[in-house]
Nanobody, 121 residues
Framework: EVHLVESGGGLVQPGGPLRVSCVAS????????MGWLRQAPGKEREGVAS???????NYAGSVKGRFAISRDNGKNILYFQLNTLKPGDTAMYYC???????????????WGQGTQVTVSS
């Protein structure tokens, strides 16, 4: 079973960048689908980006071209580079893992505690 801990969230001005990270322990992420999901106040949790163990990525349309997900299997770390941030990106960002290939957002079975990203001037 993999244990996930996010870090790197914070307050950033509109248009600014931020990188959040997720350190995994308990198991190697090498054979896991990894992803980032977010939940804004009063809204349902939504899938933002995923990356398969072969490096294939998938992004929600609202973040495509602005955010980039990457993984370092050797260090057991998942990264999320957030660029050109907008106030609408404000949310709790969760790292998640699913055994095997990425299929659906509902497949994620392991979750971190979340890291808050707030975009405001």
């Amino acid at each position: 079973e993999v244990h996930l801990v996010e870090s790197g969230g914070g307050l950033v001005q509109p248009g600014g960048p931020l990188r959040v990270s997720c350190v995994a322990s308990g198991d190697s992420i090498r054979t896991y689908c990894m992803g980032w999901l977010r939940q804004a106040p009063g809204k349902e949790r939504e899938g933002v980006a995923s990356i398969d163990h072969d490096g294939t990525t998938n992004y929600a349309g609202s973040v495509k071209g602005r955010f980039a997900i990457s993984r370092d299997n050797g260090k057991n770390i998942l990264y999320f580079q957030l660029n050109t941030l907008k106030p609408g990106d404000t949310a709790m960002y969760y790292c998640a893992a699913a055994w095997g290939w990425c299929e659906t957002w509902s497949k994620f079975a392991y979750w971190g505690q979340g890291t808050q990203v707030t975009v405001s001037s």
